[in-house]
């Protein structure tokens, strides 16, 4: 079954704790960390992520749009994440950071910006649990969906295929109602959805609706997600 993650950028952040648990059904909720050196924009970090870890039981998945990631990442699987997300292009030893997320007892997840190709890292992949495909410039919500990012997306699954591998892979930046099920057909099993589930009146009910497209562009594309 596809899995949805709200984004919480999208929600308010005011009232955080409430907009967490708005979501509670979703299979993950979404926490992007921003430094204002890897990307324009600055959010939130470890103090927050904390409170979120205890504010809610979605699990959380944090997706780091930081520097120095290396040193980072284990601190945000102490505070409570149950995946971490770091990108390729700010890691220093990324093998080893996945090691180091996987032996704390998190999900070790890898992202690439729109520029950045899988086919460099096809063997880094049995050492990750997830692999997210950026489908905006990272840095804010609201974005509109790349489309030239479906073949990235799908020669991925191919490759996820061809190793066998359970890993799963998200794809976050625009995904909507209206391009969800571009993104489940050409492979994709995990979708963070920040403004298409908090700019609605009913969360939970996007988060639902969002699922059931995903779930039915998946079948007809004939190819099984692991989870
Ligand atoms: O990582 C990011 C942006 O850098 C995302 O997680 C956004 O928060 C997704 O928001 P929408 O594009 O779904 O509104
Ligand atoms: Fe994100």
């Not at 292009?89 to 997320?101: D, K, T």
Request: hydrophobic share 45%.
């Amino acid at each position: 079954m596809a899995q949805i993650n709200p984004s919480i950028l999208s929600a308010d952040f005011a009232r955080l704790a409430e907009e967490a648990r708005a979501v509670e059904g979703a299979d993950w909720l979404h926490v992007d960390v921003m430094d204002n050196h890897f990307v324009p924009n600055l959010t939130l970090g470890v103090p927050v992520v904390e409170a979120l870890a205890r504010a809610t039981e979605t699990p959380i998945d944090c997706h780091l749009m930081i520097e120095e990631p290396d040193r980072w990442a284990p601190r945000y699987v102490e505070a409570g994440a149950g995946s971490v997300t770091f990108h390729v292009e700010a890691a220093a030893a990324p093998v080893r950071l996945a090691r180091e997320i996987r032996a704390k007892g998190a999900r070790a997840s890898m992202a690439l910006k729109p520029a950045t190709p899988i086919e460099p890292y096809e063997d880094l992949l049995p050492e990750l649990d997830m692999l997210l495909i950026m489908t905006v410039e990272p840095g804010f919500g609201g974005q509109a969906f790349l489309d030239i990012m479906l073949p990235k997306i799908r020669r991925t699954r191919e490759l996820i295929s061809k190793h066998g591998l359970e890993l799963w892979l998200q794809v976050d930046g625009g995904v909507s109602a209206e391009t969800i099920e571009r993104c489940a057909d050409a492979g994709a099993d995990v979708f963070v959805a920040g403004s298409a589930v908090y700019g609605t009146d009913d969360p939970a009910a996007a988060v639902r609706m969002l699922r059931h497209q995903a779930d039915e562009a998946t079948a007809s594309a004939g190819w099984a997600c692991a989870h």
